[in-house]
């Protein structure tokens, strides 16, 4: 079945560095993405949408310079948090969904630790 | 604007009950997932249910769907422990992947 690959699954970063976080689609192809963001013991909330060869559309309330995110290809997305605060340690998750196909495919999560 | 609304929030229950999670919708969804998430880890996809009255059983889980009423259930029948977990619900504003998530179930099955 499709396969939605997330790297990494663990960051620990000091403050004011930047983390990039990528998604695959291992064997379909994903014109668009979704990210997604948890904070513990916390519901999901989505971030922005990832399109590719197109700019992302992001939610209201998130701030699109400071969470950049690239769909440069079919099978790639990628989460960029720039200059990384602690209030941004969090639980990112990405997904894609499949034309034809009633489920929708998450990544396994990256747990982001902002010293 | 969609909103998602799951209780209870928090469920502890012993080993062999039976109980039920609701999921409650704002506006129209095409349709409603359920998910669920050991600590730690990602989503697990449990059932997509595609229309109203649409009944999906996996185990000792089982899911329905009102459209009319704007709600769905998870129905979790003798408990167990492996059972012990979060689980959310998710409607979409429309068939674009985009996920609104209830706030979570938490449940805790006890021996």
């Known amino acids: 079945g499709a396969v939605v690959s997330q790297h990494p699954s663990r960051v620990i970063c000091k403050s004011g560095t930047s983390v990039k976080i990528e998604c695959r689609s291992l064997?379909?192809?994903?014109?668009?993405m979704f990210w997604y963001r948890q904070f513990p013991k916390k519901s999901l909330m989505l971030m922005a949408t990832s399109n590719e060869g197109s700019k992302a559309t992001y939610e209201q309330g998130v701030e699109k310079d400071k969470f950049l995110i690239n769909h440069a290809s079919l099978t790639l997305s990628t989460l960029t948090v720039t200059s990384a605060h602690p209030e941004d340690s969090s639980f990112y998750i990405c997904?894609?969904?499949?034309?034809?196909?009633?489920?929708?495919?998450f990544g396994s999560g990256t747990q982001l630790s902002v010293l | 604007e969609l909103k998602v609304e799951q209780n209870p929030l928090f469920l502890s229950m012993q080993e062999g009950k039976n109980y039920t999670i609701y999921c409650n919708y704002s506006t129209t969804s095409d349709r409603l997932y359920w998910y669920r998430q050991d600590p730690g880890k990602s989503l697990e996809s449990l059932f997509v249910l595609l229309s109203n009255g649409a009944v999906k059983q996996e185990g000792r889980l089982m899911a329905s769907l009102d459209t009319k009423a704007r709600l769905s259930t998870l129905h979790i029948t003798a408990a167990v422990h492996d059972l012990s977990a979060t689980y959310f619900c998710a409607a979409t504003p429309s068939n674009t992947g985009k996920l609104i998530f209830g706030q979570g179930t938490t449940l805790q099955v006890k021996p």
């Open positions: 064997d379909f192809q994903a014109t668009t």
């Open positions: 997904s894609a969904p499949v034309t034809g196909v009633e489920k929708l495919f």
